[in-house]
T-cell receptor
Framework: GIQVEQSPPDLILQEGANSTLRCNFS?????LQWFHQNPWGQLINLFY???GTKQNGRLSATTVATERYSLLYISSSQTTDSGVYFC?????????????FGQGTTLQVKP | KAGVTQTPRYLIKTRGQQVTLSCSPI?????VSWYQQTPGQGLQFLFE???????NKGNFPGRFSGRQFSNSRSEMNVSTLELGDSALYLC???????????FGPGTRLTVL
């Protein structure tokens, strides 16, 4: 099956710093999503980005499907950005949307 | 538009009991998937339903089962609970099988 690797596993930043989180996947996909898991465990949708670039405020994401990686950029980080960020992909054979998750990047933003 | 809802939010059971978790998808969504999250194994796929049919199943024992109703609501059942079943169970819904998935707040199950 598809392997999803996220890096770095842990990241500590000072408030105001920028960061880049990476997601590598081992096969072609037709769905890629980035999530932020809040302290209560809910996965919050950040981006649905099987290819291309999207931006939403201080966050942006780029997926280069041909090279099998995606990047999540966080600019001017805030303490509320702390938490675990997950990348998830779906192989998409036409009859399943099963998401395969990476192990996550734990981000801590210090004031 | 209301998001995905899951009930109950917290549950404490003892070994050997069974449990039923419920998930109501976003209105208009027809696919529902279930995931288990544990510190050791991360997020793992349990099963996926579309139009009341199970379309895919993860690598879990037969004690884990589920179903989807005609209104797209879904339930999952775990019988003969084991300590290792303690986890956060997350439900996701989507318009279709390959569309963007949206997650509910989860049910945190503790097995004593």
């Amino acid at each position: 099956g598809i392997q999803v690797e996220q890096s770095p596993p842990d990241l500590i930043l000072q408030e105001g710093a920028n960061s880049t989180l990476r997601c590598n996947f081992s096969d072609s996909v037709n769905n890629l999503q980035w999530f932020h898991q809040n302290p209560w465990g809910q996965l919050i949708n950040l981006f649905y980005i099987p290819s291309g670039t999207k931006q939403n405020g201080r966050l942006s994401a780029t997926t280069v499907a041909t090279e099998r990686y995606s990047l999540l950029y966080i600019s001017s980080s805030q303490t509320t950005d702390s938490g675990v960020y997950f990348c998830a992909v779906a192989r998409g054979s036409g009859n399943t949307g099963k998401l395969i998750f990476g192990q996550g990047t734990t981000l801590q933003v210090k004031p | 538009k209301a998001g995905v809802t899951q009930t109950p939010r917290y549950l404490i059971k003892t070994r050997g009991q069974q449990v039923t978790l419920s998930c109501s998808p976003i209105s208009g969504h027809r696919s529902v998937s279930w995931y288990q999250q544990t510190p050791g194994q991360g997020l793992q796929f349990l099963f996926e339903y579309f139009s009341e049919t199970q379309r895919n199943k993860g690598n879990f024992p037969g004690r884990f089962s589920g179903r989807q109703f005609s209104n797209s609501r879904s339930e999952m059942n775990v019988s003969t609970l084991e300590l290792g079943d303690s986890a956060l169970y997350l439900c996701a819904s989507g318009k279709g099988l390959e569309s963007e998935q949206f997650f509910g707040p989860g049910t945190r199950l503790t097995v004593l």
